[in-house]
């Protein structure tokens, strides 16, 4: 079941800060973050494993929330070349090993100057 | 390293056609995926694979067959195309000894079934 990213679209000013949520109804083993720009392959944000862990990189951070199965990105002060779509992925394990990834339908960030 | 590479860039078939979309990786990555990606929903897991020889089913596997003979190679195979599945197809893969790792894409294949 495809986890619920909100909201589905942002429009933002530079410079200005902006939170995607990420919530499931399944317990998850991780949580990654990946950006899309349009007509490109999704890149690698960051990964959120189970345990509460915050995770940062630049001005974008991530927070796991494990016993709400939510997770959060945040972006700090926003530049032009945040824009584009970003998809969380949750992985739940229902194995011993990985089982892949299911992703949500994105949040669209319109960063304009 | 070339990544991850996917071909065609581009296909047109034609409803009941079969084909295969090539994946290929050069970092010795052992878990590979496939997944599709259509307007307003997201990517979809198909089928993915965890080592040579080992293959197991997304979301949505049904019209679409994979097999894992090489760590480097990932076929996707289409028997019998259908328009339901016009749509731009990703290949992934990544590091993993258990758990998922950092995910690498591929350009991606657009492909559109009239």
């Known amino acids: 079941q495809q986890p619920v990213q909100s909201p589905q679209a942002v429009i933002l000013r530079e410079g200005e800060d902006a939170v995607i949520n990420c919530s499931s109804s399944?317990?998850?083993?991780?949580v990654h973050w990946y950006r899309q720009k349009h007509g490109e392959a999704p890149i690698f944000l960051m990964i959120l494993l189970k345990g509460g862990e915050q995770k940062g990189h630049d001005k974008i951070s991530a927070s796991f929330n494990e016993k709400k199965q939510q997770s959060s990105l945040y972006l700090t002060a926003s530049q032009l070349s945040y824009s584009g779509t970003y998809f969380c992925?949750?992985?739940?394990?229902?194995?011993?090993?990985?089982?892949?990834?299911?992703f949500g339908k994105g949040t669209h960030l319109i960063i304009q100057p | 390293n070339a990544g991850v590479t996917q071909t065609p860039k581009f296909q047109v078939l034609k409803t009941g056609q079969s084909m295969t979309l090539q994946c290929a990786q050069d970092m010795n990555h052992e878990y590979m995926s496939w997944y599709r990606q259509d307007p307003g929903m997201g990517l979809r897991l198909i089928h993915y694979s965890v080592g040579a020889g080992i293959t197991d089913q997304g979301e949505v596997p049904n019209g679409y067959n994979v097999s894992r003979s090489t760590t480097e190679d990932f076929p996707l195979r289409l028997l019998s195309a259908a328009p339901s599945q016009t749509s731009v197809y990703f290949c992934?893969?990544?590091?993993?000894?258990?758990?998922?790792?950092?995910?690498?894409f591929g350009p991606g294949t657009r492909l559109t079934v009239t």
């Open positions: 992925g949750t992985e739940i394990r229902s194995g011993g090993g990985a089982d892949g990834l299911t």
């Open positions: 399944k317990a998850l083993y991780s």
């Open positions: 992934a893969s990544s590091y993993s000894t258990g758990g998922l790792s950092e995910q690498y």
